[in-house]
């Protein structure tokens, strides 16, 4: 699996209390720098775990919605004969707006009156890239058919939002547990090492998290990761 994507959607005021929340947990957790994935070890996966619970309580409690994507490598497209290829970063982006498409209601939104749409995102390095991607947001309305609405983009440094921080996470657990990262032994270790231990922890706090959530919204046990999402 690959392309991860996550976002949460919300009403400003309920961003803004997550993203306090946010802050106050780093804080008395004593997470110093930036709170992502890659920083993941097992001397912090305790106060990562916390962090990561200052959204999904609130998932739990429907204040604010988060939702995921990612592609299966298993279907595999073939391009037909002449058609200009596309990099794997075309790619990514492409999915990017679709993600923002399609997977928050936007098309749902009462077309009787009018609604902005702030959508903070990751910045990157390809400016090409990140403008295409703002333009074809900017057309969502369009595309939806709904006049009233109104969708901006902005690219953020991550270190700086908390709230990006946190999808980081998530993301970064989604695509460690799908892909079966934990089963990898290098050199013919036995065992997993202790940073493949504190992933899977995370990873999992994670899943039964978002299972329990769905099991609680939905009334069904339907929810796994890659197995039926």
């Not at 912090?44 to 994507?69: P, S």
């Not at 890239?129 to 595309?143: E, S």
């Amino acid at each position: 699996y690959w392309c991860f994507y996550g976002g949460i959607f919300g009403a400003e005021a309920e961003l803004g209390r997550l993203d306090t929340a946010l802050r106050a947990c780093a804080a008395a957790q004593g997470l110093g720098g930036e709170v992502k994935w890659s920083n993941l070890r097992p001397h912090n996966v305790a106060k990562y775990r916390a962090f990561v619970d200052c959204l999904l309580t609130r998932v739990d409690a429907g204040t604010v919605r988060w939702r995921q994507m990612f592609c299966d490598r298993s279907f595999a497209r073939v391009p037909p004969a002449g058609e200009q290829p596309v990099s794997d970063l075309d790619v990514q982006f492409k999915l990017c707006y679709q993600f923002l498409k399609h997977s928050f209601g936007l098309e749902y939104l009462d077309k009787g009156t009018t609604h902005e749409v702030l959508v903070r995102l990751d910045t990157h390095s390809s400016q090409k890239h990140k403008t295409d991607l703002t333009n074809f947001a900017r057309g969502l309305p369009g595309v939806l058919g709904h006049p009233g609405l109104t969708v901006r983009v902005t690219f953020e440094q991550s270190e700086r939002v908390p709230r990006i921080q946190v999808c980081d996470l998530i993301i970064g657990a989604a695509g460690s547990y799908g892909n079966k990262m934990h089963e990898i032994r290098d050199n013919g270790r036995r065992g997993m090492t202790d940073r493949q231990k504190a992933r899977l922890e995370l990873s999992k706090h994670i899943y039964d998290a978002l299972r329990a959530i769905d099991s609680k919204a939905r009334g069904s046990m339907a929810f796994n990761w890659f197995e039926s999402t």
